[in-house]
């Protein structure tokens, strides 16, 4: 009786699994139907940009720049896409982070199956780490996501607003609404992010109209943890555009760069530790190392830490001082908890912290999802001194900066040294516009006002530089 029950629910599953297999295929094929099947498409249109993880406090949208022309081509055949845009900064100069640019910043991103790279004329510059979300994203257009869901046995049911497809490719999950009318009204997706873990990338498409046959939305709404990333006013689609984006040599070849940490002794029992886009600077103090800065992720953390430890061997690392929220700034945080370091930030990014880490890192699962426990901390809002053993260091909340809210500067009395992040970088040059010259005044204006006697700087991007770079370019 039971071997006949559990043989009949079986029947019962298969037959309703390939029902609604089956309803899966006439949802999509209704979709593709109303909105027109296309090989390629291309779009255009003016909108916003927003520079994820950069924003002026914790609990503020990522800031905007204005977008004054974009092109985006992609073959669904050949899983290929050319991005051009071009980025103007608002006037006045707004708050928050993302690299300050003069004039207009122009970008062409491509990605062709595998391969992922950004043309400036006619340099093509690798982007290894960047292809496999770039291929993701051409699944997440309207119609990309239509074909995809009909390659990847996609599901369906009722949901809010219409009938959700659902699918995998690769370690992705991707849903997709289509509405009454069979338009694709909004995609959802998760990408791993080192700060937000799974993190959440919901696109709206709306305003539907007729380009040559094919329906396209005429506005594009991208968020990703939870605020816009890319708005888009679309004022042209053409169906069928060809593109023909072979890939550079250069490119096929190009392999991610391993993690690299170089040191420099700054002082005795100080190092500056480089080696990428992002410094950290190790202090020893007689029974513990304290780290200032955990950038960019946990390769970064992982290797700066191996670093400490040749250089100091046999002490743990009790604090890590943290300049500020931005999440190449704090990517790296988490293996500190993980390696038992009570994280020193200010007050205002402790609740952001305690809040975002909550959130499930299955798609890149780091040591502390591995082996969850509470993360300790100890907040600043004014001077904070850690001395100990003859040792001491000075941290200092940054007044009236435009880069970050919570921006940290760190002194070594005995050294003279002067740590910052993004404040002034060197080389110069590498940053410019009204908004950096603001920051380098601003930095300047903040170590004289404590009087603080300092020689050299050590900077968080870029070389170790001496005092009077700085004056010079913050009085210039
Ligand atoms: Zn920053």
């Known amino acids: 009786m039971i071997r006949k029950l559990v043989s009949l629910i079986a029947v019962v599953l298969v037959f309703s699994i390939s029902l609604a297999a089956q309803d899966a295929k006439t949802v999509i094929q209704a979709a593709s139907k109303a909105m027109g099947d296309v090989k390629s498409i291309q779009y255009s249109g003016t909108g916003h940009l927003y520079a994820i993880g950069q924003a002026f406090n914790p609990t503020s949208a990522w800031p905007q720049n204005n977008i004054t022309s974009y092109t985006r081509t992609i073959d669904y055949n050949t899983r290929a896409s050319r991005e051009e845009l071009t980025q103007v900064e608002p006037t006045p100069p707004r708050l928050g982070g993302a690299a300050p640019f003069a004039g207009e910043l122009k970008q062409i991103n491509l990605v062709n199956g595998q391969s992922a790279w950004n043309q400036t004329g006619n340099d093509a510059q690798p982007a290894v780490a960047a292809a496999e979300e770039r291929q993701l994203q051409i699944w997440l257009t309207p119609h990309g996501f239509l074909k995809a869901a009909m390659e990847n046995n996609a599901t369906v049911k009722k949901g809010s607003g219409g009938t959700i497809v659902s699918f995998t490719s690769g370690k992705f999950k991707i849903n997709g609404t289509i509405d009454s009318q069979n338009m694709v009204t909004r995609t959802e997706t998760w990408i791993a992010n080192p700060v937000l873990g799974d993190m959440p990338v919901e696109t709206t498409y709306s305003g539907y109209k007729d380009f040559s046959g094919v329906k396209f939305p005429t ?258």
């Open 219 to 476: 506005m594009i709404v991208q968020k990703e943890g939870g605020y816009p990333v890319l708005d888009l006013a679309v004022t042209g689609a053409q169906p069928n555009a060809s593109l023909n984006l072979p890939v550079p040599e250069a490119v096929r070849t190009a392999k991610l760069l391993p993690v690299s940490v170089t040191n420099e002794k700054i002082g005795d029992g100080v190092w500056f530790l480089a080696g990428g886009s992002h410094n950290s600077v190790l202090v020893e103090y007689p029974t513990y190392l304290v780290m200032i800065e955990a950038p960019l992720d946990e390769a970064r953390s992982t290797a700066v830490i191996a670093e400490a430890k040749r250089l100091a061997p046999n002490k743990p690392i009790k604090y890590l001082i943290n300049t500020h929220h931005h999440f190449d700034h704090s990517g790296g945080l988490r293996t500190y908890v993980a390696e038992g370091a009570t994280i020193i930030t200010q007050e205002m990014n402790k609740a952001y912290y305690e809040q975002v880490w909550k959130a499930p890192h299955t798609l890149e699962p780091d040591r502390l999802a591995q082996n969850p426990k509470k993360a300790t901390f100890v907040t600043v809002k004014e001077k904070y001194t850690l001395a100990d053993g003859g040792r001491s260091l000075e941290i200092y909340p940054m007044q009236g900066d435009t880069h970050n809210a919570g921006l940290m500067m760190i002194y070594l009395p005995k050294e003279k040294v002067l740590v910052e992040a993004d404040d002034f970088s060197w080389p110069a040059g590498t940053r410019a516009g009204l908004r950096y010259h603001g920051n380098n005044v601003n930095l300047y204006r903040n170590i004289q006002q404590l009087k603080l006697d300092v020689s050299r700087i050590a900077p968080i991007h870029g070389t170790m530089v001496s005092y009077s770079d700085l004056q010079k370019a913050a009085t210039s």
